[in-house]
């Protein structure tokens, strides 16, 4: 198992930047892909980006392409999300999700076993 935490988030103006962190406990850290999606009230959990275990594949969503890089330490079990260039249509609550699947592209919420808790992100125009 692995239990993940996730914090960086806050409130930024339209045009700011933010660097997520996704801190991992348990498990080896690198025997997992690892996610980011994101959620605002009434709606389903959108995907982010996603990060292979060795950290040298990346996917994102085309609503964050350019702006958002996604990138992992393993040595410190952490996954980042940093976000520039940030809009009002980017605020949400971040999760950061891990499965042990051994591929590297996965954009839907249920193919992921573990969850944060979340980090809060707001952006004011």
């Known amino acids: 198992q692995v239990q993940l935490v996730e914090s960086g988030g806050g409130l930024v103006q339209a045009g700011g930047s933010l660097r997520l962190s996704c801190a991992a406990s348990?498990?080896?850290?690198?025997?997992?892909?690892v996610g980011w999606f994101r959620q605002v009230p009434a709606e389903e959990r959108e995907f982010v980006a996603t990060?292979?275990?060795?950290?040298?594949?990346?996917y994102y969503d085309d609503s964050v392409k350019g702006r958002f890089t996604i990138s992992r330490d393993n040595a410190k079990n952490t996954v980042y999300l940093q976000m520039n260039s940030l809009k009002p249509d980017d605020t949400a609550v971040y999760y950061c999700?891990?499965?042990?699947?051994?591929?590297?592209?996965?954009?839907?919420?249920?193919?992921?076993?573990?969850w944060g808790q979340g980090t809060r992100v707001t952006v004011s125009s």
């Open positions: 990060i292979s275990r060795s950290g040298t594949i990346t």
């Open positions: 999700a891990a499965t042990l699947d051994a591929g590297s592209y996965y954009p839907y919420s249920y193919e992921y076993d573990y």
């Open positions: 348990g498990r080896a850290f690198s025997s997992y892909a």
